[in-house]
């Protein structure tokens, strides 16, 4: 189970860029994580990574300040706590350096820039429909390290997760569709925490 804290923009669903003070940020971060820790305590279970949603996550992939915040709130609650952030970017280098575990991933859904970074959700090819053609492009990132940018040029990316957004039509139908390609071509698919547990234990 993982908390995927966000901006506080309800209207927005967390998609909109905001310049959140540092203070509150955090507060945020915090008190999202925990609100969530006790459901799952509830419910059995605990919080084991965090990844931040929408415009969060995209700000702090490359925003030091805001980065800061997130990672500050994270050791606040839970210093064994997984991050899980754009393959590639900054925020994992920074999050390493501050003592966190992180997961680097990759996007089957969305659109790539030639720098590696995600296409704006504003702009024509962002958002990826056909399952087949995902499944395809994460196949090819598993066995060849490459997805295809916007222009169809290859992009190098070292991704230890993939998402599918559930919030997609066909999101089901999707990560189906990429779990039985990658497993037809002989890749194991396993959990990240899973290796958080082995090493806590």
Request: charged letters at 20%; glycine letters at 10%; a negative charge.
């Amino acid at each position: 189970m993982g908390a995927h804290v966000a901006y506080r923009d309800l209207v927005g669903f967390g998609r909109r860029n905001m310049d959140v003070a540092s203070e509150d940020l955090v507060a945020d971060v915090i008190y999202q994580i925990g609100a969530l820790q006790g459901l799952a305590a509830a419910a059995g279970t605990r919080v084991r990574y965090v990844k931040p949603h929408g415009a969060l996550y995209n700000t702090i992939a490359h925003d030091a300040r805001q980065a800061r915040d997130v990672i500050q709130a994270m050791l606040a609650v839970d210093s064994s706590l997984v991050l899980v952030a754009l393959a590639g970017s900054p925020l994992i280098g920074w999050a390493r350096d501050a003592g966190l575990r992180t997961v680097a991933e990759a996007f089957a859904d969305r659109g790539y820039m030639p720098d590696g970074s995600l296409v704006s959700r504003r702009e024509k090819g962002a958002v990826l429909h056909d399952a087949e053609v995902v499944a395809a492009r994460m196949l090819r990132l598993v066995s060849e390290g490459v997805v295809a940018d916007v222009n169809g040029n290859d992009v190098r990316i070292q991704a230890d997760s993939i998402c599918v957004h559930g919030d997609s039509p066909g999101a089901v139908e999707m990560a189906r569709a990429v779990r039985e390609r990658l497993q037809a071509s002989g890749v194991e698919i396993a959990s990240f925490v899973a290796d958080t547990a082995q090493a806590a234990g």
